[in-house]
């Protein structure tokens, strides 16, 4: 059988961290086999489904690298054939209108809650005669659950979990006013969309036996279930937005690669020996059900930093120094400089934002100084360098070891440490206090920029 596999997230809010770890599992397995993975977007809840957040999953998804096969499909087109599927149950006796009112309804909360019972439908009218309805209600369609005998699903992450049938009710698939219930749309959409093996997280598990009851009415065959435990926080507590769980369009402002979050996600609740570095050849590779945990797995920034950090000293240089430019209007020369400098700084950077920061004096010549480099960069020093501009402007060679040794012999005639002369140097070509190798700084710049930085050094304090 071909695998078709899917994800389905709700366009109401951000595209969260365990959206895009469900949607990556899915990917995986879909790849690993040979099989399809497709995107439906569960837009039914019109009041909070919104453009912008439909926006987001695509960009979002787009990303991450986990392109899906076919166009997406939005539920709410699908209002009318979810509906027909209701209205078939109900004309082969598997469903049946419920006329009951809000105020019998709400009766039957309190009288679940007073007896400790977790159903509240009473099924009244699960095998009442239609003619005794009320005049002016519309009803709704629920399912016939049956009443006795147990649900067994076999799980390919929990394995076999079961549910006596007496703990199911007759839920609703039609809402009074026709529109069909989550429930029916994501049975039927399942279904029509051949998903073979359904992939989420275990927090809908408890759906997974009422859906089969749908499709045992239905006479289809229900897909292949794998309930994934959910992802906590660093100190075991349920995920929130104080451990991390923003939108993935935060970790991609945040300075974040693609194929770091990727390595990050899936060894969130899923291993591969002791591996920590898991290319996404090597993920489709070997993704399998097996590798997946039982138990919750925890989100950890510092981990993600230190794999960011990773994928960052192997990322290809002119690749880094084009998404710092992105969204700038830098030249070549700036580009073809910071693509040169990336040797020396992608080793001291754990996210394209510490990156950028670090270039930032290579692409912008400081106007002013940090407060430990204006302590350093003071009258006395600022006519050490004055003098070293004309031992500098008479080298023949602009490298690293010609650099090192016009400075070096400059202190030496001036009795000074070399520190005396190259902290200054870095100040005032760079603005700070900390910088990587002076002497690479000063081959990266080039004799021109660095001779009119030294010529016009920065002002005062940051």
């Avoid at 019109?46 to 960009?59: G, Q």
Wanted: aromatic share 6%; glycine share 8%.
């Amino acid at each position: 059988m071909s695998v078709v596999t899917r994800f389905a997230p709700s366009p109401t809010g951000f595209l969260h961290i365990g959206g895009c770890r469900t949607a990556l599992f899915n990917w995986l397995y879909a790849r690993h086999h040979g099989g399809r993975f497709l995107l439906r977007i569960e837009d039914t809840d019109r009041k909070r489904s919104t453009p912008e957040a439909i926006a987001a999953i695509l960009d979002g998804l787009r990303w991450l690298g986990l392109d899906w096969d076919g166009e997406e499909v939005y539920q709410s087109r699908r209002a009318e054939r979810h509906a027909a599927v209701a209205r078939s149950l109900v004309e082969a006796g598997k469903a049946y209108h419920c006329y009951c009112s809000p105020e019998e309804l709400e009766e039957m909360r309190q009288k679940a809650r007073a007896e400790g019972r977790s159903a509240v439908y009473d099924r009244r009218w699960r095998d009442r005669d239609p003619a005794e309805a009320p005049a002016g209600v519309e009803p709704v369609v629920r399912i016939k659950a049956p009443l006795d005998g147990e649900t067994i699903i076999e799980d390919g992450v929990q394995g076999q979990v079961t549910l006596a049938n007496e703990q199911l009710d007759d839920m609703v698939l039609l809402r009074a006013d026709g529109t069909p219930t989550y429930m029916l749309s994501v049975v039927v959409d399942d279904h029509d969309m051949g998903v073979s093996q359904v992939l989420r997280g275990d927090d809908h598990l408890t759906n997974a036996f009422r859906q089969t009851v749908l499709y045992q009415a239905m006479d289809w065959a229900p897909p292949a279930f794998a309930h994934i435990p959910l992802i906590h926080g660093d100190d075991g507590a349920k995920l929130s937005k104080r451990h991390g769980a923003l939108g993935i369009e935060a970790y991609r402002e945040m300075g974040y690669l693609p194929e770091a979050m990727r390595n990050y996600l899936l060894r969130l609740g899923w291993s591969h020996g002791d591996d920590e570095f898991i290319s996404t050849e090597e993920a489709i590779a070997w993704f399998d059900l097996g590798g997946i945990g039982r138990s919750p797995s925890r989100f950890d920034m510092a981990k993600l930093n230190n794999v960011n950090a990773h994928y960052l000293k192997d990322a290809d240089d002119d690749r880094l120094a084009g998404l710092i430019c992105a969204d700038s209007a830098l030249g070549d020369d700036a580009r073809a400089r910071l693509s040169a400098a990336m040797p020396i700084l992608k080793p001291r950077a754990k996210t394209l934002v510490e990156l950028s920061d670090a270039a930032g004096f290579l692409l912008v010549r400081p106007r002013s100084l940090t407060a430990k480099a204006a302590k350093i960069l003071d009258p006395a020093a600022r006519a050490l360098l004055a003098g070293l501009v004309a031992a500098l402007e008479a080298s023949e060679t602009w490298d690293e070891a010609a650099l090192e040794a016009v400075v070096r012999a400059f202190a030496e005639a001036q009795g000074v440490k070399l520190g005396a002369v190259a902290q200054p140097l870095r100040a005032a070509l760079t603005g700070s206090h900390a910088s990587p190798g002076i002497f690479e700084v000063m081959a990266l710049l080039g004799r021109e920029e660095s001779l009119a930085r030294l010529a016009a050094p920065p002002a005062g304090g940051a």
